[in-house]
């Protein structure tokens, strides 16, 4: 509830940070008993959150990653992987 909170009073436009997997998984877990979509996470500004950046995928495969994320209308994207994927900056 506090992280409903935080995101619903923030100016996010529809992306969010979190630590892990279980984080995520408790979110939607919490939003589906609350019959909320998009983890819960919406602001007045932006609407629902779209796009979950994980610091941390733990033990979960990508597959699993992807499938949690399809399951609660969200793109979840892992942090190194992202980090990994773009070209490093030449100054």
Do not use: C, W
């Amino acid at each position: 509830d506090e992280l409903r909170y935080i995101y619903e009073h923030s100016d996010s436009a529809g992306i969010a940070v979190l630590q892990d997997v279980k984080l995520l998984q408790k979110l939607a877990k919490a939003a589906k008993a609350k019959g909320l979509g998009a983890l819960g996470l919406s602001n007045d500004s932006f609407g629902p959150v779209k796009t979950v950046v994980l610091m941390h995928k733990g033990k979960a495969s990508d597959d699993e990653i992807k499938a949690l994320g399809e399951a609660n209308g969200v793109e979840v994207k892992v942090l190194s992987q992202l980090i990994d994927s773009t070209s490093p900056a030449i100054y």
